[in-house]
């Protein structure tokens, strides 16, 4: 089934730890995303990346790092991960080169918890 | 200040009442689309629908209809004839022409049906 794949699909991590998060889509969308889910405040873009081998930062950026080595999957990892990064991690893709109204595709999530 | 404003962090609705969610917007971007997602307890992210800023009739699919009101800013989105299983987390969303295509979401709003 074609569609977005997450690991793990949760985790828990003592503080000061290194983490990646994987994501993997099988859609050939050129556009990908990471965002984080914290209750009351919906979802917020930490990076995205419109094509392979480009990358941007998002709304909450800091202590996250991705890569795009090639069209399919999207690592999002914590160098050193901190209690405030305790959150669910959606990845998502769309088809940038479609039309504007094109939504964006869900992965099932990360929950991760950092202690 | 924020993109995307939803007012409702609770709405109960009657099993085969209607409902509407509210969603307001802020943008000075002409070119947008307005995204509804719903994220049952499960947490996946479902799309449910969308309007662009230049349609000229509201969107609807299925029991799900928008009620766009461009000079006020506003996407409510209308689910007619409710059941059990709409109840979930809703979000509203938007995608400005000048984005990286990522959407920016509001902060949700939890609706329950009651039998």
């Known amino acids: 089934i074609a569609g977005i794949t997450q690991a793990p699909t949760s985790q828990i991590l003592a503080a000061g730890r290194r983490m990646t998060l994987r994501c993997t889509q099988d859609m050939r969308h050129n556009a990908m995303y990471w965002y984080r889910q914290d209750l009351g405040l919906g979802l917020r873009l930490i990076h995205y990346?419109?094509?392979?081998?480009?990358?941007g930062k998002g709304e909450v950026p800091d202590g996250y790092s991705v890569s795009r080595a090639n069209t399919d999957d999207f690592p999002l990892t914590l160098a050193s991960a901190v209690p405030s990064q305790t959150s669910v991690y959606f990845c998502?893709?769309?088809?940038?080169?479609?039309?504007?109204?094109?939504?964006?595709?869900f992965g099932n999530g990360t929950r991760l918890t950092v202690t | 200040a924020q993109k995307i404003t939803q007012t409702q962090p609770g709405m109960f609705v009657q099993e085969k009442e209607a409902v509407t969610l509210d969603c307001t917007y802020d943008?000075?971007?002409?070119?947008?689309?307005l995204f509804w997602y719903k994220q049952p307890s499960s947490g996946e992210m479902i799309f449910l629908i969308y309007?662009?800023?230049?349609?000229?009739q509201n969107a609807t699919e299925g029991r799900y209809s928008l009620n766009f009101q461009k000079a006020r800013k506003s996407a409510n989105l209308v689910i007619s004839a409710s059941q059990l299983g709409d109840s979930a987390m809703y979000f509203c969303?938007?995608?400005?022409?000048?984005?990286?295509?990522?959407?920016?979401f509001g902060s949700g709003t939890q609706l329950t049906v009651l039998p």
């Open positions: 998502a893709s769309s088809d940038s080169a479609g039309h504007p109204n094109s939504p964006l595709h």
């Open positions: 969303a938007m995608r400005e022409s000048g984005s990286a295509r990522q959407l920016t």
């Open positions: 309007q662009g800023s230049y349609d000229q």
């Open positions: 943008t000075s971007d002409p070119s947008y689309g």
């Open positions: 990346s419109n094509t392979a081998g480009t990358t």
